[in-house]
């Protein structure tokens, strides 16, 4: 998911070299849109990959809309990179925050579904 024509393009070449440009859909739109999209599609995952820019609040906002759109499987995991001046919560949204890994203002976390 992107709204910049520029980065559509080159993941379009990418996907193409790749051989994969037949097995994927770009939903060119922002990240909430694209989130409400998938979920009226009544689309599952396993894996997300969540890297906002690092001085908005699109992280937090992503998480609560994916949660809220039913869009994860039982065993489903979210990788979220994002800048290490933002504070991640340990649960969040049926998500436990599994791991963190910080490379200096970069922090990834592995985000999975907790199981009741």
């Known amino acids: ?3 910049k024509f520029s980065s559509i393009d ?3 070449e990418n996907l193409a070299r790749c051989g994969f ?3 994927f859909e770009i939903i060119q739109c922002d990240a909430l849109q694209a989130i409400a999209t998938l979920s009226n599609r009544q689309r599952k995952f396993e894996y ?8 908005s609040d699109l992280l937090q906002e992503s998480l609560e809309a994916i949660s809220k759109g039913d869009l994860l ?7 979220v990179e994002h800048s290490a ?3 991640v919560p340990e649960k969040f ?3 436990i925050n599994h791991r963190e ?13 907790i199981e009741v």
Do not use: H, W
């Open 1 to 3: 998911m992107d709204n």
């Open 10 to 12: 080159i993941l379009r």
């Open 21 to 23: 440009e037949k097995n």
């Open 48 to 55: 997300i990959f969540l890297d906002p820019p690092y001085n």
């Open 73 to 79: 499987q039982s065993n489903a995991s979210i990788l």
């Open 85 to 87: 001046k933002k504070q």
């Open 93 to 95: 949204a049926g998500l």
């Open 101 to 113: 890994y910080k490379f200096g203002d970069t922090v990834i976390n592995l985000f999975r579904c």
